[in-house]
């Protein structure tokens, strides 16, 4: 999957500010999720919903992170 590369303020590349920004873009990274995302689970695939923003766990590098993915419902 394709991911931004692009710098925050931690200094490095790729993440976002945990997913508690709502509205993040398709392809935006995320070190972590708030407490209030919640696993949903289609067609076998487990992701993440946080105030209708859906995550799926990728990897920037060796470190895990999660990405925003397109809404698995539609």
Known sequence: M???QNWNAYGR???GYGGVAAGLAVGAT???LS???QPVTVNNQTYYNDGGTYYQ????GT???YCVVPNPNQ
């Not at 766990?57 to 920037?60: E, I, M, R, S």
């Open 2 to 4: 394709n991911v931004n």
């Open 13 to 15: 590349p790729g993440y």
């Open 30 to 32: 995320v070190a972590y």
């Open 35 to 37: 407490a209030s995302a």
């Open 57 to 60: 766990k990728c990897y920037q």
């Open 63 to 65: 470190e895990l992170a």
